[in-house]
């Protein structure tokens, strides 16, 4: 999945996302609303769904044209629902960010810079929706601003989509997008404080060993342009070391 990492507050960023499937197929009753959407995409996967996903991914930096800046290396280990740790470059660097309890820690040089507490779109909608009790998922979508009596259909790249949060026609108000056959996130679209438009598309997804893949994820501001994330090599762990979500302490060394 992925994230909303390091460009807080500049941009969200986040993390691979991955989705395991069973064979597609379509709800047995049309949704009537956001609500209806997450449910038929927990009944969907939740038997199948991973819990632990490890992700090797280059991360792209743009500047204000769309022009590739910087590149940075990310591993990314995720543990659903709500947990995700990103490391930047080598582990010994000390350089990354955890998202635990609703929250992103900033962390340089093995210390804490700075925390942000809020909602993880991607993380919820890309992955935990999959994972946790439907109402739950419900209430944080609620919570960060998701209008889920808002729904209409729209097309996207070529297919039926359910598109909650949103009249058809908006695209600036907090919405997502849910291909209608495959009940996968394609698109998530915020509006920060200050009118910011955060634009975030699922834009290449794969096969890997039984596992759907998101293995490209794209980053708009403005309509601009501003971080892609192409994932190198993926594996699904038994279980994450709980060690790899304890927040190091905050401040200099």
Request: charged share 25%.
């Amino acid at each position: 999945m992925k994230h909303f990492p390091l460009l807080i507050p500049i941009l969200i960023s986040l993390f691979a996302v991955s989705c395991r499937t069973i064979p597609e197929g379509g709800t047995a009753s049309p949704p009537v609303s956001g609500a209806d959407v997450v449910d038929a995409m927990y009944a969907k996967y939740a038997d199948v769904w991973y819990e632990c996903l490890r992700v090797r991914q280059k991360v792209v930096y743009h500047d204000s044209s769309g022009a590739p800046q910087r590149e940075e290396i990310w591993t990314e280990l995720i543990e659903l629902p709500g947990k995700v740790r990103s490391i930047i470059g080598e582990e010994a660097d000390g350089n990354g960010e955890i998202y635990v309890d609703g929250a992103f820690h900033i962390i340089r040089d093995g210390r804490v810079d700075r925390v942000a507490r809020q909602a993880h779109p991607v993380l919820l909608i890309g992955y935990d929706v999959y994972r946790q009790d439907p109402a739950e998922t419900i209430r944080k979508l609620e919570d960060a601003g998701f209008d889920l009596a808002r729904l209409h259909e729209a097309e996207w790249n070529g297919r039926r989509t359910y598109v909650v949060g949103a009249a058809g026609g908006d695209e600036t108000g907090n919405q997502f997008w849910i291909d209608a056959e495959r009940l996968l996130c394609s698109r998530i679209i915020t509006t920060r404080p200050g009118g910011i438009i955060y634009d975030i598309r699922f834009t290449k997804y794969e096969q890997f060993a039984g596992v759907w893949l998101c293995t490209e994820l794209i980053f708009r501001l403005n309509g601009r342009l501003r971080l892609s994330e192409y994932d190198l090599e993926h594996s699904i762990p038994e279980s994450i070391d709980p060690a790899t979500f304890a927040i190091p302490p905050a401040g200099s060394s």
